[in-house]
Structure formats: structure tokens, C-alpha cells
């Protein structure tokens, strides 16, 4: 299906006016979920999702830049970095079903372009520590040592184990 100009800009309109729906409010830690600092966003506006997705949230933190909501950007930001400081890396989802298993890192790239926005936004805040702490250069993190492991395992060729003779 392919839409036309005024199809996506009702859909851009849609999403611009509901930013504050998708917003959730951190749960305390329990047996169960793993507790953010911060509030996040969700992929809805509906009750479906009340967790924090890794992905959900850098893909909606690139449309929360573009949409001039760079605080909340980086309040995202900043739950990643939490995950990767408190976890080493940052789970597919805040659920401690799910620690061990991540997804290729998009937390270096949201941190340099949510306190790129703030550094830029009239009269925002200034990036807090943690998110100046650490936006390395490609994957190789000291502080993120699981995101190196994934990505290296990405890249690195796939060797076959089974004799083809």
C-alpha cells in the first residue's frame, strides 16, 4: 500500500498531536520489571504496551527529535544508559524476563542526537552526566561491553561446522 502526500501528512499530524498518549510512567522494580529513572514512550496510544522496548524507543525518540521534543528524547537516552550501567547493556525490554537478550545497539546513536537537540534547543537543559558520559566511537564501549559482543557478532562471517566433502 502506498500513500499519498495527504494520507502521510495525516498520519505525521496524527502522531504529532498524540506524543503525550505514548508516554509512561516508570514502575518500581520488581520481581517482574526492570525500573527506568525516567519516563518513556511506547509504540501506542493505547494501553497495549506499558513496558519499555529498546527499539520502540530509539525509532519513536527519532520522531520525538523531529517533532521538537527533545527532553523527552533524552530522558530515553538516559534510560538506556541506565540499563547499560545497572545491566551492562540494554535488554530487548524493560522485563527481567529478558535480561541476556539484546538487540544491535542503538544506544550510542540516540545518545549523540538527543544532547545534540538539547545542546541546540533554545533554552533547554544542558545534558545531564550521564548522558555526556559516554558516546563512543563506533561500538567498541568499555561501559557497554555486550553491545560490542553483539555487534561483533553481527559482523563477523558465519563459519560452517560441517564437512561439505
Given at each position: 500500500m502506498q500513500l499519498d502526500a495527504t494520507q502521510i501528512a495525516a498520519v505525521r499530524q496524527f502522531i504529532a498531536a498524540n506524543w503525550e498518549r505514548t508516554i509512561r510512567q516508570p514502575a518500581a522494580q520488581s520481581a517482574h520489571e526492570i525500573a527506568l529513572p525516567h519516563p518513556f514512550v511506547v509504540p501506542t496510544v493505547g494501553p497495549e504496551f506499558r513496558l519499555f522496548f529498546y527499539w520502540d524507543s530509539y525509532f519513536a525518540s527519532e520522531g520525538l527529535l523531529r517533532d521538537g521534543h527533545g527532553e523527552l528524547a533524552r530522558m530515553q537516552a538516559d534510560n538506556m544508559?541506565?540499563?547499560?550501567?545497572?545491566?551492562?547493556?540494554?535488554?530487548?525490554?524493560?522485563?527481567?524476563?529478558?535480561?541476556?537478550?539484546?538487540?544491535?545497539?542503538?544506544?550510542?546513536?540516540?545518545?549523540?542526537?538527543?544532547?545534540?537537540?538539547?545542546?541546540t534547543a533554545p533554552g533547554s537543559a544542558t545534558p545531564t552526566p550521564r548522558s555526556q558520559k559516554s558516546t563512543p566511537s563506533g561500538w567498541r564501549c568499555a561501559d557497554c561491553p555486550m553491545a560490542s559482543t553483539i555487534m561483533g557478532n553481527m559482523l563477523r562471517p558465519r563459519v560452517s561446522t560441517t564437512s561439505t566433502g
Open positions: 544508559l541506565h540499563l547499560i550501567a545497572t545491566l551492562g547493556y540494554v535488554p530487548n525490554y524493560a522485563h527481567v524476563e529478558h535480561d541476556g537478550r539484546s538487540q544491535p545497539p542503538f544506544a550510542s546513536p540516540l545518545v549523540r542526537a538527543s544532547t545534540s537537540a538539547a545542546a
